[in-house]
């Protein structure tokens, strides 16, 4: 899951990216209202965790103004204000949560998961394809009930392809899912992952296979098809 990580304290935005990463995020940091509203303009993300004392504008406008133009990505905000008319002022702006700091990252990682499980979110507590099930809060992947030892951009990947069983997730999706504004990224990043996954499902009793799509993406299926395979070297 893709997160927009709105924080203008250099260091606090650090712990809190790292600490997001650490639960299976990917996390993008941004420092002002005009950034991130340029960032939530080119990218679709899952949530938005947002502090409302940032150098440009009000975190509560930007909020409000995300929300005028129809927009429902779950907000989280997290704040030092305390009041309770500051809480009452961000919920009915459009918050869908309000978190004060100091915080236990604990609590802000539960609370983000709480948001995309609700209807319409992005996240379910345990995901399954076939005979393959995830576990989204222990990030845990199963083939029968056994767990399977899988590497974090291997498990983003599967993720995504599991959300879209069945059918085809193009690649520029699988890049913009997974990989923050940040990180470098070749041009065989996703291959790479996704021929990694597909040799450990293979050593496994897994019931699922991932198919590449020529010139479009990548499924994940039950049922056999042709497929262009992977001849990217692992």
């Known amino acids: 899951m893709r997160i927009l990580l709105v924080e203008d ?15 299976g995020f990917t996390v993008d940091v941004v420092t002002s209202a005009g950034s991130a509203d340029a960032a939530f303009s080119a990218v679709n993300f899952d949530a938005v965790v947002l502090d409302l004392g940032l150098p440009d504008t009000d975190g509560l406008a930007l909020l409000k103004s995300w929300r005028s133009r129809g927009d ?31 915080f236990a990252m604990e609590e802000l990682v539960a609370r983000l998961r709480a948001l995309l499980r609700r209807p319409g979110g992005a996240l379910g507590v345990v995901i399954e394809a076939g005979n393959l099930s995830f576990d989204t809060t222990a990030r845990e992947v199963r083939v029968k009930g056994k767990p399977i030892a899988i590497s974090r951009r291997e498990l983003d ?59 479009v993406g990548y499924l ?9 395979g992977d001849k990217t070297p692992s």
Not at 10 to 18: D, G, I, K, L, Q
Not at 161 to 181: A, C, H, Q, S, T
Not at 220 to 228: C, G, M, P, V
């Open 220 to 228: 994940l299926s039950d049922h056999d098809r042709n497929s262009d």
């Open 9 to 23: 304290h250099v260091r606090f935005a650090e712990f809190t990216r790292n600490g997001l990463i650490g639960e």
């Open 72 to 102: 429902d990505t779950p907000v989280l905000i997290l704040t030092a204000r305390d009041g309770v008319d500051d809480r009452v002022k961000g919920l009915n702006a459009g918050a869908d949560d309000y978190l004060l700091k100091p």
């Open 157 to 215: 990947v599967l993720e995504h392809l599991m959300r879209r069983f069945g059918r085809v997730v193009p690649k520029n999706v699988l890049e913009d899912k997974i990989y923050g504004f940040d990180e470098e990224v070749s041009s065989n990043s996703v291959e790479v992952h996704v021929s990694r996954l597909r040799k450990r499902l293979a050593g496994t009793e897994s019931e699922v296979k991932v198919h590449t799509i020529r010139g």
